[in-house]
């Protein structure tokens, strides 16, 4: 039997007549996408009520008021708010296998369809009125941010826990657990794991505020902020975090440590995690420690030739004290891990103290600082002075105490490698003095100290060459020298990087090797610029010369130097911040490669529109523009794929066939990104709608508008969509 169409069910149910419906079918012809009965109701010529009414009547199926009905959790999380609000759909009771749904539109039977096949359910369908399912979606799915956006949510990699199970009733927080254990939240915990691992990033910050919960990722040793999510994910999301760590889920008060093992896809993870209470929650922070970097070697650190080839001398003497110093995440552990790899052998015993161990390594003895045990530092030093070590590595001198014994053991046969926190060589030197360490013992026992610091490399799949202007070039102590110049370059950005420039990092080094001279002026009391000016006559280069030689090898950017190594002042120079201005190119460059484009307090949302049709994009920008939203415009795939890095847009409309790369593409895209995922996606297309819906849907788009564009169903959908997100505007 033929299916009937709404317009004919009105008329025989006398809402409207012939004439209306004639008139109402040309509007909708005029304005293409528009609903039918929208139009009807518009023009007053039948109520909402009414209209549910004729259609329940006819079909033959209940007209229901949701208001009135109690809808259970079970019920309502059969469906996700993200496909009930775009299809404006309601599902109220299930009986068995029976799903009941109410619908504005009962005739829409491709969503009925879609309904089946995703719950594997039984469909008997209701009606109701447009703004009885909306108060109801609104009513009984979570308020913000919905977490059913993550119901679907696969990580890159499997995600398996190693960590030792808590034994059961450990707590007694059974609510707690039971929304910690959630599949939008497990989803949600193992993609935000395996994102960052995929990332390669160092630490992820999640950081609740008034509103929403910010997830970041420190990549590269920078900052950037991944997605945002309601403030109704933080607690479950925070728990699922605990759990896997091993930590009081009912201390929410109180900062806590964890730690626990991963294993993503063939390789092992460990992960160190702390908690701390803030105004709006608990914020947590997750180290992300990668086992194989344990094995580091000293030629993949970026040492030059000549520094490697004395680090390795120094290495083979048999006493002594070896300095490592650099402010906190300037690379000072895996530089001494790499040295302890360059050590060890079956006839030496290496033994270490550290706080935290954060690398195992094979055939080393690590002791870990555990001040509640009586474990410091320098207690720890003494206990392993007494194990008959060759070589033994302090991870940090913090007080006077571990340095005097440090010193100590250098001078009873052993070779010491430890840290201090100083900004360069020289300093380390009356540092160790403040600290009360006798200038004749350190003259006879340091062996050399080695400042660093770590730069981002530039991208190899993006790099151009960069033209500088005269001032700078004066600046970096290059002039005259043409072929330096021609091999400074930076990244555009790209794909590989995520439009950063940057991919990976290395370190710079002043390596302060100790002699006579240097011993006299250290006994003597020198101050640490003396020292350094004896460092800078004998030709020792400083972090800033290191970072210059890497700079004209193509290795790292000017951007990187000024921000890491910028040239020491000197008098009549500029100062160091005015240094970055002068760094702009002779001509003007490609787009600076940038983190994100973050908006203002109370700025407008930022929709993103791409097409290849410039009267497209040009009619977009005007709707959009009048409309209060901030716009940023696209040709194709490839180039809105950039702007999505550059510009963090809150929502992108697309075409979906462009050159280089389509729509469909582009969506895939970034929906394989965890950073991009949650960007909303409307596509533009011409195709047959049903077909182009499917497609698209499929694709991952949260929604479609058929060509030719009407620019109230456009906004329409616009800010349907980005409700369901919560980012109304």
Known sequence: MRRKKLGQILVEAGLINENQLVQALEEQKKKKGKQLGRIIIEKEWAKNEDICKALSKQLNIPYVKLKELEISKEVIETLPRKQASRKLICPYKKTGRRLRLAMANPLDYTTINEVKFKTGLDVSVAVATEEDIREAIDDNYPDEFDLDLFATMVPSEEVEVLAEEREENEYDVDELIRQSEIAPIVRLTNAILADAIKLQASDIHIEPQEKEVTVRYRIDGMMKNIFKVGLPALAPLVSRIKIIGDMDIAMKRRPQDGRTKLKVGNNQYDMRISTLPTIFGEKVVIRVLDQSKAFIDLEQLGFSPDDLKALASILTRPQGIILVTGPTGSGKSTTLYASLNRLKSEVINIVTV???????????????????????????LRSILRQDP????????????????????????????????????????????????????????????????????????????????????????????????????????????????????????????????????????????????????????????????????????????????????????????????????????????????????????????????????????????????????????????????????????????????????????????????????????????????????????????????????????????????????
């Open 354 to 380: 550290e706080d935290p161990v954060e690398y195992q390594l094979p055939g080393i003895n690590q002791v870990q600082v555990n001040e509640k045990a009586g474990i410091t530092f320098a207690s720890g």
């Open 390 to 729: 060759n070589v033994v590595m302090v991870g940090e001198i913090r007080d006077a105490e571990t340095a005097k014994i440090a010193f100590q053991a250098a001078n009873t046969g052993h070779l010491v490698l430890t840290t201090l926190h100083t900004n360069d060589a020289a300093a380390a030197v009356t540092r160790l003095v403040d600290l009360g360490v006798d200038p004749y013992v350190i003259a006879s026992s340091l062996l050399c100290v080695l400042a660093q610091r770590l730069v981002r490399k530039n991208c190899p799949h993006c790099t151009v060459v960069e033209k500088l202007n005269k001032t700078l070039i004066t600046r970096l102590e290059i002039d005259g020298d043409k072929k330096a110049l021609e091999k400074i370059k930076k990244g555009q950005g790209c794909e590989a990087c995520q439009f950063s420039g940057y991919l990976g990092r290395l370190g710079i080094y002043e390596m302060l090797m100790v002699d006579n001279d240097l011993r006299k002026l250290i006994v003597q009391g020198a101050a640490d610029t003396e020292i350094a000016e004896n460092a800078r006559e004998r030709g020792i280069k400083n972090l800033f010369g290191d970072c210059r030689n890497k700079l004209v090898q193509g290795v790292t950017s000017v951007e990187e130097l000024m921000r890491v190594a910028p040239p020491p002042e000197r008098e009549g120079r500029q100062p160091a911040m005015e240094q970055v201005a002068a760094a702009a190119p002779v001509e003007e460059a490609a787009e600076a490669p940038v983190e994100e484009t973050a908006k203002a307090p109370g700025a407008h949302l930022r929709i993103l529109a791409v097409d290849d049709d410039p009267f497209i994009r040009k009619m977009l920008q005007k709707v959009l523009t009048e409309a209060q939203y901030d716009v940023v415009l696209a040709t194709d795939g490839e180039e809105a794929l950039e702007k999505v890095y550059r510009e963090r847009p809150d929502l992108i409309i697309s075409d979906v066939v462009m050159p280089n790369m389509d729509g469909l593409s582009l969506v895939k895209k970034l929906k394989s990104q965890l950073q991009t995922s949650i960007i909303p996606v409307i596509l533009l297309t011409s195709k047959d709608e049903v077909e182009s819906e499917v497609e698209g849907l499929e694709a991952g788009a949260d929604d479609y508008i058929p060509k030719p564009i009407v620019a109230n169903l456009l906004l329409a959908r616009i800010n349907r969509v980005l409700s369901i997100y919560g980012r109304a505007q």
